[in-house]
């Protein structure tokens, strides 16, 4: 059977929380009247699949469907927040999931590709020079948009639901009750928060890149897009096989950058924030429980 650890996940979204596991999921959201409003749903069948248990090809898979999972709960607690009861699903919400993907990948991967790209046919860098150079741009336009939207109000409370939704899940893996005050004391890190996803994929992509030697540039930007799902499915394992390893020195040295790098992404959240990550998280669970293949 496979590790709880891995079975649980979750997400911050506006005024909520969202929990999955390994059937079901439940979004729990702070209404303006101050209520807990609950949505929840079975989990598509590809989590149930052969894919889902293929090494590197699902970190793939699964990826792409989080993304629409966790635009759909955005979609969800932003109309809670509005009152608004039009729904994003369909075309509609891949078309909106493919535009945030090609914004994202041609400012964090396109742009610091065709800056090592320069360094290596106008300045003659070496192979690993331009490609350590593609990485440092990388993460540092990472930290930096991390550190940035963290000033703006809206994203500090999204920050503290984060916190919220880790403190919750560690509190659970630890068997402890989960109420506000006792949920509270645990740690606001996460081994398997995506935040720690998005560095791992950073560092790798640097290895990656360098097995390819000197190319054009055209070909250097279309590898960067080739590569994405590859370099995606080996920083998924790479934060499963961490997850599990808990109790090693050495796994737990190695995740030190993924939990310092959470600071960015995380805030202590209020017991009203807590309210509603453990509400979420017990909804989910009882779905998971009541499950029907």
């Known amino acids: 059977m496979e590790d709880k650890i891995i079975s649980y996940g979750g997400q911050a979204v506006i ?9 079901a999921f439940a979004v729990a959201m ?4 101050g209520n807990i409003v609950v949505h929840k749903e079975n989990l598509a069948a590809v989590y149930r699949s052969r894919i ?9 898979i699964l990826l792409w469907d989080a993304l629409g999972l966790g635009m759909k709960a955005l979609t969800l607690s ?12 369909g075309p509609q919400l891949y078309l909106t999931i493919a535009t945030s993907l090609a914004i994202g990948i041609g400012l964090f991967v396109l742009l610091p590709a065709g800056v090592g790209g320069l360094a290596e046919h106008y300045l003659g860098w070496q192979n690993l020079a331009h490609n350590l150079l593609e990485g440092l741009i990388r993460l540092i336009l990472l930290v930096g948009y991390m550190w940035a939207i963290g000033f703006m109000e809206d994203v500090k409370r999204l920050f503290g639901y984060h916190g ?3 403190k919750t ?6 068997g402890a009750e989960l109420t506000p005050d006792i949920v509270a004391k645990f740690p606001i890190e996460h081994p398997r928060c995506g935040t720690a996803f998005m560095l791992t994929f950073v560092l790798l992509s640097v290895l990656v890149h360098s097995l390819l030697g000197d190319m054009t540039i055209v070909w250097r930007l279309a590898s960067r897009i080739l590569l994405i799902p590859v370099i995606a499915g ?23 950058p993924n939990l310092a790098l959470q600071s960015l992404t995380t805030r202590e959240p209020d017991n009203s924030m807590l309210e509603v990550a453990i509400h979420s998280f017990n909804t989910m669970r009882k779905a998971e429980e009541e499950f029907v293949t």
């Not at 899940?169 to 630890?174: T, V």
């Open 78 to 89: 932003a109309n809670t927040q509005t009152g608004e009861e039009e729904k994003l699903e």
């Open 15 to 23: 005024e909520g929380v969202m929990m999955r596991g390994r059937n």
């Open 234 to 256: 080996l920083a998924v394992e790479y934060i499963r096989w961490t997850a599990n390893h808990l109790d090693s020195p050495l796994v737990r040295f190695l995740i030190k």
């Open 169 to 174: 899940i560690n509190a659970f893996e630890a």
């Open 52 to 60: 889902a248990k293929i090494p590197f090809l699902r970190g793939t």
């Open 30 to 33: 702070r209404a303006p009247d």
């Open 164 to 166: 919220a939704e880790h």
